[in-house]
């Protein structure tokens, strides 16, 4: 099924009950990879890059699917990091967006790097330089906790 009949049958905005995506945590040498997000909600935050699990689709194969579009590269997916939820409400109260994501720490088996479908930019950063992106907090503590686990299973020291 394409992403644009998928659109039509998925209600993202008030929907009925909450949508499962995925985050795709790609490191390499001590860095993550970060996107600009190019649609609602959070349209041009910086973010994780990710979306939908498709129906039928596994969790790690939407990280591979959803790396791809958004990044061009090949990852292969390792461990679950962090689950989160991510509710957004409109200014009556109600809930305009809910999700629950299942993050996941990958590694980068090829491609090249460059910002497509849902992402309007993608950029590498270390732990020291995440302030520039100004994440949300909930999305800064699961990209440094993915970095820790990273450090610590390569056996580097951790900050």
């Not at 720490?105 to 950063?125: H, K, M, N, Q, R």
Request: proline share 5%.
């Amino acid at each position: 099924m394409s992403s644009v009949s998928e659109e039509i049958l998925i209600q993202r905005e008030y929907p009925a009950a909450p949508l499962v995506g995925v985050g795709a945590l790609i490191m390499d040498n001590g860095n993550i990879l970060l996107a600009r997000r190019g649609n609602p909600p959070a349209k041009g935050e910086w973010s994780v890059p990710g979306g939908l699990v498709h129906v039928g689709e596994s969790l790690f194969d939407a990280v591979i699917r959803e790396a791809v579009e958004e990044t061009g590269l090949i990852v292969q997916p390792r461990y679950l990091v962090e689950l989160i939820e991510r509710i957004f409400r409109d200014e009556d109260g109600r809930v305009r967006y809910h999700y629950v994501i299942a993050d996941y720490a990958c590694t980068v088996l090829g491609g090249e790097p460059v910002a497509g479908s849902d992402a309007d930019e993608i950029a590498w950063s270390n732990e020291l330089a995440l302030e520039e992106f100004h994440l949300p907090s909930i999305t800064r503590e699961v990209v440094q906790k993915a970095l820790r686990m990273e450090a610590e299973r390569l056996g580097r020291k951790t900050e």
